[in-house]
């Protein structure tokens, strides 16, 4: 027996609702996972570098840089006063470890030919247990290639802690690897951002937050509420119990501030050699 017309129309108002809803669903997926970033290497260095005519700069790591999830510091980089005709290239990939930024140097950050290079990577190496030797290997073989094919100055920044317990293991680890951070920063003849050390000043004055608990779960629903709701970085870390972060990793406004100024005084700071 055919389906009466009522019973048509409720079904295809109840199919409506769910690709409506599916929809939904997958747009803080795509926002924070999949969206293309301003001013990507494989774009703006497709035929070397940049036709800006002013300086170029390369701020290469992880998800953190991509800023698709949490502040996007590197896009703060760009409306901040400047040289005239400055690009700023975002080289971050989520997901990413030193390993991978090694492999990619060439094509995402020499290719460029920049004028100043910015380094925040090893956010996932500390999350999967990588040797802190290998990682500093990983440090100074992307810096030499950097420093050999290029005239930039170069920046490596440190690791931030992972969520706002100082006392949780993953945060114990974190000096070790940012002792490698500092050491192929000197090794380089590289300059040295202390993102960690302002993070930690903060966090010493608000007092620990909840345990570290990221987890892709996490991630998505704070995407949800900054792509969906429409609510800050900021009102989502609060929302979560957090100050510097959305989900534990990922930056809030205030915690994507501290970066950018960091970066951006040096950035505005003459050469010293």
């Known amino acids: 027996m055919a389906a009466s017309p009522a019973r048509r129309r409720t079904a295809a108002a109840l199919t409506a609702l769910l690709l409506a809803a599916l929809g939904a669903a997958a747009v803080p997926g795509y926002a924070a996972f999949l969206r293309p970033v301003a001013a990507a290497p494989a774009d703006a260095c497709a035929e070397g570098r940049p036709d800006g005519g002013g300086p170029v700069v390369v701020a290469a790591g992880a998800s953190m840089t991509r800023g698709t999830l949490g502040h996007d510091w590197v896009a703060d980089l760009r409306e901040r006063p400047g040289p005239d005709g400055r690009v700023i290239v975002n080289a971050g990939i989520n997901g990413d470890t030193s390993a991978g930024l090694l492999g990619r140097v060439d094509d995402d950050v020499v ?163």
Do not use: K, M, Q
């Open 111 to 273: 290719a460029c030919d920049p004028d100043a290079v910015v380094l925040l990577i090893g956010t996932n190496d500390v999350r999967d247990g990588v040797p802190v030797e290998d990682y500093r290997a990983h440090l100074d073989a992307i810096t030499a290639r950097v420093t050999e094919r290029t005239s930039a100055r170069v920046a490596l920044v440190s690791l931030p802690p992972l969520g706002e317990d100082p006392g949780a293991d993953v945060n114990r680890r974190l000096p070790a690897y940012n002792a490698a951070v500092r050491a192929a920063a000197e090794h380089a003849g590289a300059d040295y951002l202390p993102v960690n050390e302002r993070f930690a000043e903060r966090l010493a004055e608000s007092g620990a937050g909840p345990a570290f608990g990221f987890g892709f779960g996490t991630a998505y629903l704070a995407s949800a509420e900054h792509y969906l709701l429409g609510r800050s970085w900021d009102d989502v870390a609060r929302g979560n119990g957090l100050g510097l972060y959305v989900d534990h990793i990922h930056l809030s406004d205030e915690g994507g501030a501290i970066v950018t100024d960091l970066v951006g005084r040096w950035l505005d700071a003459p050469p010293d050699r």
